[in-house]
């Protein structure tokens, strides 16, 4: 008889829901749920103490594909929920997914506020340069000459650098993976959420209806030529002039993630709803 | 499968012990991906090629289950999340983007053959490696049932129609920006 490996108390199928996702077969967000379920195991968390945020988009169909607490919230305002959801109670593991819409067009102010506020989230932008649950408009991340129907010689204006900003803003870990690899993304996911502090996991995701060109993607990832750094301006050098495929961590910050308001300056419910009563005159 | 000779060496069963834990994992992972693959042509009501995909987990389930008797495990054997394969995946796991919402049988299983020749080589390339015997002699039956994987879907290949052109033309199309 062989002795078992070591292994997670919990597989990455009891993180699985029982709904089927309704992404288009070949998408690349199954390897990303995938992902996320495989980091969650490794993590050896429990679903009832993890939360999945999403806001709006194909991507943000996520938490209902999971066994873990979700909610599917408003367009571009993941972060924001995510972000009062972690400060309530600290003791949750807040993932946020999102895409490249919904993240950094709809959510693009509550992205670089969250960077800056360094709640300890990690958020995962699964991102295919389109929006695709609306057929097929250019987004934030859209290269400026992609042409279309709805975009006939592309639009013209320069993509979002989403890792840059996230940088520039505060995010305290920048990484990016690759669907076409859900392990590796599963491992990012792990790291992400071990790291204190605001992550953030951009996602290469294809989006096979709208963008069938983004096969190509795995031809184009290759892991990063050097290790992560903490320095923001050797991390702002590298970020700023890569071409989009390097896969790995990036950027692992030392800020202390935010505190919270010290004991003595919080409310009860009661206090709060006090204030907000009418006076009879 | 028979059970291979014992081992000679604490090391030697602990390299049987891990390479049999990967042939596993192999196995999960394509039970996995198969059994995703049938669910997304479900969901897009491609019922032909979503059972097919079923059938091909369920297929992948009995080699899984044949390893677990094998190794007499007293239960599930506790593996690690993610193994580093040459690849990003197990060589017996198809990409996610290998599939299309109107993809026929036939694809499935061209699907399916690349798969089972990239486990055959697998299997092939340890069993001509530097690994201990016993090893090499598991690794050599496994590669010989590949093969006969191999035979068996190109067999069931020629009973099934060669798509025809332009087969993912949709008269529908959910994208409208050609």
Known sequence: MNAPLASPALAAKDFKSDYKPVWCPGCGDYSVLTAVTKALAMLNLRPENVAVVSGIGCSSRIPAYTTCYGFHGVHGRSLPAATGLKVARPDLTVLVASGDGDGYSIGGNHFLHACRRNVDLTYIVMDNHVYGMTKGQPSPTTEPDWSSKLAPRGTGVREFHPLVIAL????????????GDPNGVAGLIAEAVRHPGFSFVEVLSPCVTFRPEQRAWKEAARPAPVAATDDPARAARRLMTDDGFNIGVLYKGNRPAYAGLPAAATHSTADLERGFQLQEH | MSRPEPATSPADEEAYADFMSRAYTMELEAIERYAQFADALETHNNREVAQLFRKLSEIESLHAKRILAEMRWPSLPALPAAYAWDGVEGPETAP???????????????????????????????????????VKLAAKEMAAEEAEHVALIQEWMKKVPQPAPGWDEDPDPPRMND
């Not at chain 1, 520039?168 to 669907?179: H, K, M, T």
């Open chain 2, 96 to 134: 996610f983007d290998a599939v299309h919402y109107l993809m026929q049988p036939y694809h499935a299983l061209e699907i399916a053959l690349r798969c089972e020749v990239q486990a055959q080589k697998y299997y092939e390339d340890i069993a001509a490696g530097a690994a201990p015997r016993r």
């Open chain 1, 168 to 179: 520039a803003s505060g995010a305290n870990f920048i990484a990016r993976g690759f669907s």
